[in-house]
C-alpha cells in the first residue's frame, strides 16, 4: 500500500495565533512554523499560550527539522519551549533567524541548535522531504512561502503573505515562482485566511509613507509614533522622514530596540549618519527636532507608550501639543487596553493620530483578490484553509469554490485532526493530542484548566476562609471559627455578616458534634455546604469558600 502524506495542524486553526503544522510522510516529519498566542481576558495570570507538543516529543525522533515562514511571534514565539524537549535543526531565512537567535539567547539555548540560513529560492532536503523557500511580502522582511515536495506530489504552503507590488524592499511575491508550480501540478494549496473577509486588495507598505511626510511637514511639536516593533519597513519610512525634516529619531522600548539591531545589523534598515540618539538625549533637542519611536501600539501593560501615557516612563513624558501617531490597527481583544491608553493622552492635551486620520496601517495579509490570485495560480488539487476562527475558514472555502474548487476537495481541518493525503485522495482520519498550554512564568503547563477555573472564581466571586482549631483528643472545638475573607466584600462595613457567617460555621460544627462525627473531612464539607447555602440566600454571589481544621 502506497505511504500517505499526513498534515497535522498543533496551531492555526479555529484560533488566531501559535500557528504550527506538521508534515508526515513514511519515518519522516517536518515542522512548518513553531508559534505561541496570547491569552484571552479570562486567562488569568498567564503570559502566553502554546501547541501543546505531546505528538512531536512522542516522534521527536523522526523530526528531520523546523522550517520558520517569517519572525512574527504567533510564528516563532513557542520554539523555545519545544527546544526543551526536541532538538532539531531550524531552517529561516536571515531576519527570521536573527529574531530566533535573540530569543534563543535569552533561553540559553543558543549554543545547542543548530540555526540555519537560507534565501528564497533556496532548496532543503531533509528525508523524504524536499522544502523550497519562495519570495512573499508580508509585514516583517524576508518572509517566505514554502513548496514542500513529497513522493506523492507537491504541497504549497503560503505562510502569512499579501501581493504588495510597490513593497519598501525585496521586491514583490513571487507570482511567477508560485504560475510554474502550478503549470506543474501541486497536491495541496494550504493558505493564510486571516484577510479572507476584505475585499479587494490589501494596500501597498509604501501608501503609508505619503502620511507619515503629510504629519512630519511643518509639525513644531514632538512627534511620537507606535508600531509593531517587527514592522521593519514601517520603521524604515519614519526615520527616513524624520531624517527628511532634520529631526532626531530616539528609540524607546525593549522589543523595538531588538528588532531594529537585527535589522540594521542584516542590512534591512539603512540610518542615516547621526539621525538615532539616545533617548536620555532628547530632552536637550528642541520639540521640532525630536522623533521618538516606541512600542506599545496594542495597549500592553508595561509597553514603552503606556508608560509615557501613565507617567511611569523614566525617560520621556508625554506633553501638550505632542503629536502621537499611532501606526497599527488593534489585535481583537485589545481595543480596551488601547483605549485607555489613548484617553491617558487626551488627558494630557496630546494631538492622537490614528487611522481614522489617514492611511497610517496596512495590513499584512492577503485580502480577497489576491488570495483569488494565488488559487488561480497553483490550481491546487486539494484546498486546506489554514490560520483563522471558523468563520475565516469557511468564507476561504467558499472563496475557493468561486474560483472553481470542487467543494469536495476542500478539507476544513481543526487542530489535532490528520489529514491523509495521496495522489488522488484527501480526507481527514483520525486525531492527535492537541490543545493549549499555559505558560506562566516560569511553569509550563503546570496551570490547567482546573486552576483556571479557580482564579476564575476567584476574580469573580472572591474567597472565604473559615479557620477553627479543634482537640485532637475528643474533637471538641478549641478556638474559632475566624472567618477571613479576601476580594468578597469590605470586612469593616460588613462586620453584621461576617458575625452571621460566624454562627453559621459554628452551627455547623455543633451539628457535627451531636451526630458524632469525627472525620475532619465530612466536618468540612458540611462547614462549607452551610456557609455556601447561607451566602447565596444572602446575596445571590457563590465566593470560595476554604474551611481550614488545626489540630491542637
Same mark, same amino acid.
Given at each position: ?276 540618539? /539616545? ?5 536637550? *533637542?528642541?520639540? #521640532?527636532?525630536?522623533? $521618538?519611536?516606541? +512600542?506599545?501600539?496594542? !495597549? ?113 481541518? /481543526? ?5 491523509? *493525503?495521496?495522489? #488522488?485522495?484527501?480526507? $481527514?482520519?483520525? +486525531?492527535?493530542?492537541? !490543545? ?117
Amino acid at each position: 500500500m502506497a505511504e500517505k502524506l499526513k498534515i497535522i495542524s498543533l496551531g492555526g486553526l479555529n484560533e488566531i495565533g501559535k500557528n504550527l503544522t506538521v508534515y508526515e510522510y513514511g519515518g519522516d516529519i517536518i515542522v512548518v512554523d513553531v508559534g505561541m498566542g496570547f491569552p484571552d481576558d479570562d486567562m488569568y495570570g498567564i503570559d502566553v499560550v502554546i501547541p501543546d507538543f505531546t505528538y512531536l516529543i512522542k516522534n521527536k525522533d523522526k523530526i528531520r527539522g523546523i522550517f520558520l515562514t517569517h519572525g512574527h511571534e504567533d510564528h516563532i514565539g513557542s520554539i523555545p519551549y519545544l527546544l526543551r524537549s526536541v532538538n532539531v535543526p531550524i531552517y529561516a531565512t536571515r531576519m527570521t533567524a536573527g529574531l530566533v537567535k535573540l530569543k534563543l539567547e535569552e533561553h540559553r539555548l543558543l549554543d545547542k541548535t543548530k540555526l540555519i540560513t537560507c534565501e528564497a529560492g533556496e532548496v532543503v532536503k531533509l528525508g523524504k522531504f524536499s522544502v523550497e523557500f519562495i519570495h512573499v511580502n508580508h509585514s516583517i522582511a524576508d518572509a517566505v512561502a514554502f513548496a514542500i515536495k513529497t513522493p506523492i506530489g507537491t504541497v504549497v504552503h503560503t505562510g502569512d503573505f499579501k501581493i504588495d507590488p510597490t513593497p519598501i524592499q525585496g521586491g514583490m511575491t513571487d507570482l511567477a515562482r508560485l504560475g510554474e508550480l502550478g503549470k506543474k501540478g501541486v497536491l495541496a494549496l494550504l493558505a493564510d485566511s486571516t484577510n479572507v473577509e476584505r475585499p479587494g486588495f490589501t494596500k501597498s507598505e509604501r501608501s503609508v509613507g505619503a502620511s507619515f511626510d503629510a504629519l512630519f511637514r511643518g509639525c513644531d511639536n514632538r512627534i511620537i509614533v507606535t508600531t509593531f516593533a517587527s514592522n521593519v519597513d514601517r520603521i524604515q519610512q519614519v526615520i527616513s522622514v524624520a531624517a527628511k525634516y532634520g529631526r532626531k529619531v530616539a528609540v524607546t522600548g525593549r522589543s523595538m530596540e531588538n528588532a531594529m539591531k537585527v535589522s540594521v545589523e542584516l542590512g534591512y534598515m539603512k540610518i542615516p549618519d547621526g539621525v538615532l540618539v /539616545d533617548v536620555n538625549h532628547i530632552k536637550s *533637542l528642541p520639540d #521640532n527636532k525630536v522623533c $521618538i519611536i516606541t +512600542t506599545g501600539s496594542q !495597549g500592553e501593560t508595561m509597553s514603552a507608550l503606556t508608560r509615557m501615557a501613565f507617567n511611569t516612563h523614566k525617560q520621556v513624558e508625554i506633553r501638550a501639543g505632542d503629536r502621537v501617531i499611532l501606526s497599527a490597527s488593534a489585535i481583537p481583544g485589545n481595543e480596551h487596553a488601547i483605549g485607555n491608553v489613548i484617553n491617558e493622552l487626551f488627558r494630557k492635551d496630546a494631538e492622537v493620530i490614528n487611522e481614522r486620520s489617514g492611511p497610517l496601517h496596512v495590513s499584512g495579509h492577503a485580502c480577497q483578490e489576491e488570495l483569488k490570485i494565488i488559487h488561480a495560480l497553483v490550481r491546487p488539487k486539494f484546498f486546506i484553509p489554514v490560520h483563522g476562527e471558523q468563520r475565516m475558514l469557511k468564507t476561504h472555502a467558499k472563496l475557493a469554490q468561486e474560483v472553481g474548487m470542487d467543494p469536495r476537495r476542500i478539507l476544513i481541518s /481543526d487542530i489535532g485532526k490528520v489529514i491523509e *493525503l495521496t495522489q #488522488n485522495s484527501a480526507k $481527514i482520519n483520525g +486525531t492527535v493530542p492537541a !490543545g493549549k498550554v499555559f505558560v506562566d512564568g516560569y511553569g509550563v503547563g503546570d496551570v490547567g484548566s482546573v486552576v483556571l477555573r479557580d482564579r476564575k472564581h476567584l476574580a469573580e466571586d472572591g474567597m472565604i476562609v473559615a479557620v477553627v482549631s479543634m482537640s485532637s483528643e475528643d474533637g471538641s472545638v478549641v478556638s474559632g471559627p475566624d472567618i477571613i475573607t479576601r476580594g468578597f466584600v469590605y470586612v469593616k462595613e460588613s462586620e453584621g455578616l461576617m458575625e452571621e457567617l460566624r454562627r453559621v460555621a459554628v452551627n455547623a460544627l455543633e451539628s457535627c458534634q451531636q451526630e458524632h462525627c469525627t472525620d475532619w473531612a465530612a466536618i468540612k464539607a458540611e462547614m462549607k455546604n452551610d456557609l455556601s447555602n447561607f451566602l447565596y440566600k444572602k446575596t445571590k454571589r457563590n465566593p470560595m469558600i476554604l474551611p481550614v481544621i488545626m489540630e491542637v
